[in-house]
Each structure stands twice: as structure tokens, then as C-alpha cells.
């Protein structure tokens, strides 16, 4: 409810009528910012429409929808290797989010010795670089004698996400009300029953922004990838090999319509909140 | 179970935390071991390695990619610069200024993660190109100097790895600008603070902890990055630290001496980072 009060703070300032023309600055920089974010994925959306000729997808030569309609035919490479990101990100997800969740559950609800141990072997893999932590995962392997394939990216996607997941879902438990819990087993529920019906909604949201964030940090992974894949190619690690002999629009395409399914998921997500808002009750517990 | 670990309540914090712990000790801690071991060795691929305690090396690495080093540090330092003020007017016009739109405009920031970075790296040498269709055209009308080139130059790389890291940086300044109380900007209006000092003296520093953890965010990733330099530069006078890590490692499968320059990477971050927290004195580590 902070955000309640500093919306309805600032506008007092932000809508008091001005000549300065100085005011228009801020949001006319603002928006060629965004311009600037967005230009590369306009590019990007523009040429998958591109009715090239010859290799190289860099000057425009005409309007087609042939990339869309054999997306699925013509790159079976790049479909595998899209294929394998998304076994590696779905895993490596339920994985991390499942681990970091418990070491988040330990560090917010448990007094134990060696926090501070175990808060710089969290933060560690945050601060060091990703060369870094793929080089080193290479000379595990390397040394262990361990053939790299789609099992080893897994593990270190698995690794620099359950740091990233404790962040996440401690940040949710911060201001978690235990009142709930005591009235749960002062009701007759046991443990188990209160984490279940009790605790484990409540820090829910917590739990499922971190396992969208550990996604979006897997499937976009290049540098850790390149170094600890062997024989299985991600789709990063496709596109980057096809760039050296140029990007057919294929990969244009893939990347338009990833990019239109993640706008309508975060659309759906929004209508599904807003309705929730409106549906609930003033006495719900998490207020 | 249940009734045992009732009476060892002090274990429960531990089994939470063994697995996401194991995980870590596993592939972040045992891997960098395994690494300053390969590097405090000497030998081929071929004929094996053995462990002399060859400590030279650092000095070594040092003195031989010292250009590359300090290039990278530069281009960090540069970088962050650029994102924070990018970003910081950024942040907070969404913040203050934002309205009815925050939300949207939030969204549009993070839009860019929603396609691969690969991708759009690539998508940013298409726009750069010598012939593309920016400079192309510029060049065309004459405005530009037909020798003109932005791609295989540090502006580039630069400019790429701004592009890059600008939405990690505009986050975390948001959330801190959005916490700040606005009626402690009004209070020091009132007081007779122009606008100037009263952002200087209330709003700035109220923002330290977004400025801090936005620039780690920026700074850490770009010294270690090799990707820009790579796609956008390619050239001797553009190729960073991790070039080198990645060249060392992946191609001349020189283990020794690319542990020792990732050691060294790392290590220097580290101090780095303390530092920092240090300058900004009470900054949390944890992000």
C-alpha cells in the first residue's frame, strides 16, 4: 500500500499546471529510451518479414510470409536446439526453485549457526562473473572426466539459479505474519497441515516470480551454456553458431513469435490479477 | 521421522538447507577449487598436467593480457556510467512522473528480455552495419563521411554492452526511487531547498541503495562480458578479459592459463565490490 501513497503524493507536483518547458524533458528522455530498448526487436520483427535472396538478411528486398509459414520445416537444427533450451529451462527451474525455496524457508524462519557462511555462498555466484562460473564448471568436468551434454548444462543452469531463487523468495518472506500459523495450529492443525494450507499459499507468488525469473535466466543463457554444452546445442547457442555464416530469418521468425507468446502470457497474467483483485474480500488473510 | 526430528528441532534448519547447499558446494565451490588448481598447474592437453605449484603464473597472465585487462575494466566503468545516467533519469520519471502508466512503462523496460540476447545483439550489427540501413542511408545523403564505421569500434562494444545491462540497472533504481516517502522532498521545498538542492540532499540519497545495487548489476556482468566485443567489435582493439577466458579455454584448450586469468577476474571483482560497499558505507551485499 506504500505505492498507494506515493502515486497519490507525487501527482500534487507532477500535475501542477507548468509553462516550464524543462518538464517535458524527463518524459521526452524517458521515451527515447524506450525507443532505444525497443529498436533492435522491431529490427528483429521487421526482417522475419523479409523476402530475401542469398544468404544475408540485411537489406530489406520485399514483403513474405514464406519464414512463417515453414517455421517449423525448414530449420530442423534450430527446432531441436529450441527444443533442448526448453527441456534445459522447465528442469532447471523446477529444480532450483525447489531448493532455493527451502534454503529461503531456512534463512527467514530458522535461527541456526553459520548465516554468514551460507549467505556468502549465496551471494558469491550472484557477483562472479558468468565467464567465470562456466570456466570453472569446465574444469570440473574436464578433470571429472564427465562427457558435457544437455545433463551438464542442467546442473549449472541448476547452480546460478538457486541464488537468484533465495534472493527472490526471502525478499517475499520479509514480511510474512506467523500470527497465521499459531492461529492454524491453535485451531488443531499439525505441521504439516499448516504448511500446506497455510504458509505455503501465502508465499506462493513469492515462490512463482522466482521460478519465472530462473526461467528467463535459463532459456536466454548463452555464456555458462557455451561452456559447459557439449554435443546439445541450445537455441542461444544455435543462433550464435548460425551468425558466423549469417542469420537466416528463420531465427527471426522463432525469435517474433517467443517474443509475441511472452507479451500474451504477461497479458493473461495481468487479467487473471485483476480479477483476483476484484473478486477478493477485504478479509483476506495476506492484508 | 516426524517424531525424531521433533526432538532434534535444531536439525530442521539444516535439512532445508542441504540440498540447495550440496548443489552449490558442488558446482560453484568444488569447481572453483578444482579451477586454482589447474591453474597453479603446467603441461599440454596432450601429455597431461601436473600440479608444480607454478604461482608465476598470475604474474604471468598479468603482464601478457594487461591491454585486456584494463580495457575491460574501462569499458565496465564506462558502461556503468552510461546506465546509471541513462537510467537513473529514467527510473525516476517512472517513478514520480509515471502516474497511471508506471506499470506499462516498467513493462516496456523489461520487453527486451522477452526476445534472446543473442538476438538482439545481433540485431544491434544489423543496425550498426557500414552499409546498414543507419549509416548506409547518413551516408547516402552525406551527412556521414563514407569511411565512417561504428561496428569493430570500442563505441560499439560500448554501446552494445549499455544496451545490454541498461534494464538491470533502471529496476533496482526504480524500486528504490518508488520507496521514497515524496513528502520529504515537499518537506525540503518548503524549507526553502531549491529543487536542485532538494534533490541532491533528500532524493539521492534516498536512492543509494537502488544506484549500488544497479551499478553491481551493470559492472559485474560487463567486465566479464565477451560477447559485445566479440558480435559488435572483433578486432584486437575491441577483444576484453573474456575474450581472452573464452579463446584460452574453448579454443587453445590453454587450462592453466585461463584459470589463472578467471581467478584473477574474479578476485579482483570481489575486492572491488568490497571497496565500493565500503565508499557507499551501509549498502547491503546481498542484492
Known amino acids: 500500500m506504500t505505492t498507494d501513497t506515493a502515486t497519490s503524493a507525487s501527482p500534487a507536483v507532477a500535475r501542477r499546471p507548468r509553462r516550464d518547458p524543462a518538464a517535458a524533458i524527463l518524459p521526452a528522455f524517458t521515451g527515447l529510451v524506450v525507443l532505444f530498448l525497443l529498436l533492435p526487436i522491431i529490427v528483429m520483427i521487421v526482417f522475419g518479414f523479409n523476402d530475401l535472396r542469398g544468404r544475408f538478411n540485411f537489406t530489406w528486398q520485399g514483403f513474405t510470409l514464406e519464414h512463417y509459414a515453414n517455421i517449423f520445416t525448414s530449420q530442423p537444427r534450430m527446432n531441436d536446439a529450441l527444443l533442448n533450451s526448453i527441456i534445459v529451462a522447465v528442469v532447471s527451474t523446477l529444480v532450483a526453485t525447489a531448493l532455493g525455496t527451502l534454503i529461503g524457508l531456512a534463512l527467514s524462519r530458522y535461527e541456526f549457526r553459520g548465516r554468514g557462511p551460507l549467505n556468502l555462498l549465496i551471494f558469491l555466484p550472484i557477483a562472479t562473473p558468468e565467464v567465470v562460473l562456466g570456466a570453472s564448471l569446465l574444469a570440473l568436468f574436464v578433470s571429472a572426466g564427465v562427457a558435457r551434454d544437455i545433463t551438464t548444462i542442467v546442473i549449472a543452469h541448476v547452480m546460478f539459479n538457486i541464488s537468484y531463487v533465495v534472493v527472490t523468495v526471502r525478499a517475499r518472506l520479509v514480511g510474512f505474519n506467523r500470527n497465521v500459523e499459531e492461529a492454524a495450529a491453535d485451531l488443531g492443525a499439525d505441521e504439516w497441515t499448516t504448511f500446506w494450507k497455510v504458509t505455503f499459499p501465502l508465499i506462493f507468488p513469492g515462490i512463482l516470480a522466482a521460478a519465472m525469473l530462473a526461467f528467463a535466466f535459463s532459456i536466454d543463457d548463452f555464456v555458462i551454456t557455451q561452456f559447459t554444452a557439449g554435443i546439445d546445442q541450445t537455441f542461444p547457442l544455435w543462433v550464435y553458431g548460425a551468425s558466423r555464416i549469417g542469420v537466416p530469418p528463420e531465427v527471426n521468425v522463432m525469435g517474433t513469435i517467443i517474443f509475441g507468446l511472452a507479451i500474451l502470457g504477461i497479458v493473461a497474467w495481468s487479467l487473471l490479477q485483476r480479477r483476483d483483485h476484484l473478486t477478493a474480500t477485504p478479509t483476506r488473510m495476506d492484508r | ?287
Do not use: C
Open chain 2, 1 to 287: 521421522m516426524a517424531g525424531w526430528l521433533r526432538r532434534h528441532r535444531g536439525l530442521v534448519p539444516y535439512l532445508f538447507l542441504l540440498p540447495g547447499g550440496a548443489w552449490l558446494i558442488l558446482f560453484f565451490v568444488l569447481p572453483m577449487l578444482i579451477m586454482a588448481s589447474v591453474a597453479l598447474q603446467e603441461g599440454t592437453l596432450g601429455t597431461g598436467y601436473q600440479l608444480t605449484f607454478n604461482f608465476g603464473i598470475f604474474p604471468e597472465v598479468l603482464g601478457r593480457y594487461d591491454a585486456q585487462f584494463i580495457r575491460s575494466l574501462v569499458y565496465a566503468l564506462i558502461v556503468t556510467a552510461l546506465t546509471l545516467a541513462i537510467g537513473y533519469p529514467m527510473a525516476y520519471t517512472i517513478a514520480f512522473r509515471g502516474g497511471r502508466y508506471k506499470n506499462v512503462l516498467l513493462l516496456l523496460v523489461i520487453l527486451p528480455f522477452f526476445t534472446s540476447f543473442i538476438i538482439r545483439t545481433i540485431s544491434w550489427k544489423f543496425i550498426l552495419a557500414d552499409q546498414g540501413f543507419v549509416l548506409g542511408t547518413l551516408k547516402e545523403i552525406g551527412i556521414l563521411d563514407e569511411g565512417f564505421r561504428l561496428l569493430a569500434t570500442p563505441v560499439a562494444v560500448i554501446s552494445g554492452i549499455t544496451y545490454n545491462y541498461l534494464p538491470f540497472v533502471v529496476l533496482p533504481l526504480y524500486v528504490a526511487l518508488e520507496k521514497i516517502d515524496y513528502r520529504l522532498v515537499e518537506a525540503a521545498t518548503d524549507l526553502y531547498a531549491s529543487r536542485a538542492q532538494a534533490f541532491l540532499r533528500v532524493t539521492l540519497p534516498l536512492s543509494m541503495s537502488g544506484v549500488f545495487a544497479g551499478s553491481l548489476l551493470a559492472f559485474i556482468p560487463a567486465a566479464g562480458d565477451y560477447i559485445n566485443a566479440e558480435l559488435l567489435g572483433g578486432t584486437r582493439e575491441t577483444t576484453m578479459i573474456g575474450n581472452v577466458v573464452q579463446t584460452l579455454y574453448l579454443t587453445n584448450n590453454d587450462y592453466p592459463q585461463a584459470s589463472a586469468i578467471s581467478l584473477i577476474l574474479m578476485a579482483g571483482l570481489i575486492l572491488g565490490v568490497i571497496a565500493y560497499q565500503r565508499i557507499l558505507r551501509g549498502q547491503e551485499l546481498t542484492v
